[in-house]
């Protein structure tokens, strides 16, 4: 390129800071970050700034809030930036054609999932839940479609067993910033492959996490119920209730146990956790919290509850 090209980033959470930095790393300028408004956060709900907003403003990059970009305001605010690229990395806001046809290399987007499987707002999570054992990043090209566009570039992962949503998120967040690092890297040299167009077979789409499925069912199998509790940690952490209160649970397993009891049923209670009888085998309780405490192994809340194993009904 007989000049360095001019590149806009738009994302807005934690996940997409690793591939704001990359940018900031290629030859290549950033001319403005895009990101959410400030939002409540905390329990004083004061306006907070997104992680995105934090890291460009650290690196003197200019920073827009725009509420919406569909207005004839907003877009021709961006166009002022005279961007030939945007990348664009969960930013929050759906890019119309109009903004999408902006840029002179148009709108690159880094998805965590091996596409088209898993489009969506939560892919990680969705990946866990449904036991994939693999899962990646991909770089692709922005059309009007809902992570419908060809793929330029893509790494791939295993999902281990002990992965859990916030552990897989934070890995991803490391291929997404290389893949899309490689990209513009390409991109400057001009040698960027050709984009491969997603198959219409294999789409998975992996819709919002809601807080109500946090709830454990425990008629599900046990398998089930331990990749719950890996694909909600962070957030929003699976949960049920034992001896009649709330508890969050950060952490389980499934043991080698027959088990003829009815669902929901504690069957065990002892140091290495609380065993509850689930629709196939059992879920072995591991890490909790209470209402207002700290996480804690099952362990510990026996020794500060001598009581517990009485009061769920079985012996220690």
Not at 35 to 44: I, L, N
Request: aromatic share 4%; net charge positive; proline share 7%.
């Amino acid at each position: 390129m007989s000049r360095r090209l001019r590149l806009v980033f738009a994302g807005t959470p934690e996940f997409a800071v690793a591939a704001f930095r990359s940018c900031l790393a290629a030859d290549v300028d950033v001319v403005a970050a895009y990101t959410q408004p400030d939002r409540p956060a905390g329990r004083g709900r004061k306006l907070a700034a997104s992680p995105v907003k934090e890291a460009a403003l650290a690196a003197g990059i200019p920073v827009e809030q725009p509420e919406t970009l569909r207005t004839r305001e907003a877009r021709a605010r961006l166009a002022a930036w005279q961007p030939d690229l945007m990348v664009v990395v969960a930013y929050g806001l759906i890019l119309s054609p109009r903004v999408l046809a902006i840029p002179q290399h148009g709108c690159w987007n880094v998805h965590a999932s091996l596409l088209p499987r898993w489009r969506g707002a939560a892919p990680i999570q969705r990946a866990v839940l449904a036991g994939d054992v693999e899962s990646g990043v991909g770089l692709m090209r922005m059309e009007e479609g809902l992570d419908t566009g060809p793929v330029l570039l893509e790494r791939r992962t295993p999902i281990e067993s002990s992965d859990t949503g916030g552990r897989l998120h934070d890995r991803l967040a490391a291929l997404g910033a290389g893949v899309l690092g490689e990209g513009l890297a390409r991109l400057v040299a001009g040698n960027l492959p050709e984009a491969r167009a997603q198959h219409d077979d294999g789409v998975v789409y992996a819709h919002k996490l809601d807080k109500r499925e946090a709830v454990l069912d425990w008629s599900e199998p046990a398998v089930a119920l331990e990749r719950r509790v890996r694909a909600f940690d962070p957030w929003p952490v699976a949960e049920t209730t034992l001896a009649g209160e709330r508890v969050r649970i950060w952490s389980a397993a499934v043991p080698a146990m027959r088990n003829t009891a009815q669902p929901g049923a504690v069957i065990a209670v002892g140091p290495d956790g609380i065993d509850v009888s689930t629709g196939d085998g059992v879920l072995r309780l591991v890490e909790i919290q209470r209402d207002g405490g700290k996480r804690m192994r099952v362990r510990d809340w026996l020794n500060a509850r001598p009581d517990l194993a009485a009061t769920l009904g079985v012996r220690r």
